[in-house]
């Protein structure tokens, strides 16, 4: 077994302090495979979500997942908004359920002719892959599918698709699902400090070590190198060998079951509870 070139350790999230969690007022995440399990969002990581949210939290999914999902996100589930298609938008509900949204300044409708070539390019020349099932209520980016559905492509071919999209001028990411390519100069950290900034007065450098961000994939990369106490779902050790940025923190579990594992250590840290 040969090792890891830039072989790093990820320190258990039971290593996570009290002092550290009792700071935190942000919790930030991704979905797929974060909190969901091979596509299903499991009863104990939803119920995480309650849990943080009545806690007192701010909680805000960061996806890659379209308008669409983010409407019904915003509206339905126990958060305080939601960052959609990779750093496109944020979406939230006022009082009275009125829906709000910003959209990144930079952000460019999926309509627009270079990212259609690209597209068309990589359906032509990519054996398998696959428009994403959820691209017709997407508005900034296009979604190839490689891993949602079956038959699965391999890692390697969700890069070749992720190269012609770099190539022909795109952004583009790589999560546990899919490879999503946009025009605009903006990711899911961008959008995630903007959206923070702006509706909750949130500052950078002042409450630097207020944010937590859980995630799992490569997508999640901006995040992970931004917030010093970001953890991982214990699948973000199939992408280390291609992530230059991994998350601080490991948790035991994958995907839900490592996210509801997250919050119950980080609940029962900041209450002073002793937990292995
Ligand atoms: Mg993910």
Redesign the pocket.
């Known amino acids: 077994m040969k090792p890891h070139t830039h072989e790093k350790n990820l320190v258990p999230i039971s290593s996570l302090r009290a002092e550290e969690a009792r700071r935190v007022r942000y919790i930030l995440m ?1 979905i ?3 909190l969901t399990t091979d596509g299903k969002l499991p009863a104990e990581s939803y119920a995480a979500l309650w849990q943080l949210h009545s806690s007192g939290l701010t909680v805000v999914p960061i996806t890659g997942r379209p308008a669409g999902w983010c409407d019904l996100i915003a509206r339905e589930w126990p958060v305080d908004g939601v960052v959609g298609e990779n750093g496109a938008f944020a979406l939230w509900e006022n009082a009275g359920h009125r829906l709000a949204s910003m959209t990144h300044p930079e952000a460019i409708s999926n309509s627009d002719s270079r990212l259609i070539v690209l597209r068309d390019e990589v359906l032509a020349q990519i054996p398998g892959a696959r428009l994403a099932r959820d691209q017709f209520s997407r508005l900034y980016d296009i979604a190839i599918d490689f891993a949602e559905e079956e038959p699965q492509l391999p890692l390697s071919a969700a890069h070749e698709i992720l190269s012609i999209f770099l190539k022909g001028g795109a952004r583009a990411k790589i ?2 699902i899919h490879v999503n390519a946009w025009m605009g100069d903006y990711d899911k950290l961008s959008t995630a400090l903007l959206y923070l900034k702006t509706r909750f007065g949130y500052d950078d450098v002042r409450d630097s070590g207020s944010v937590i961000f859980v ?3 490569p997508n ?1 990369e901006p995040m992970f190198s931004h917030f010093p106490i970001a953890c991982g779902v214990a699948n973000v050790h199939r992408y280390r060998d291609f992530m230059k940025a991994l998350p601080h923190f490991v948790t035991r579990f994958e995907s839900g079951a490592g996210f509801a594992e997250f919050a119950a250590t980080f609940i029962a840290r900041r209450s002073g509870i002793a937990i292995n």
């Open positions: 991704d797929d495979d974060t999560s546990s995630g799992d994939s999640d």
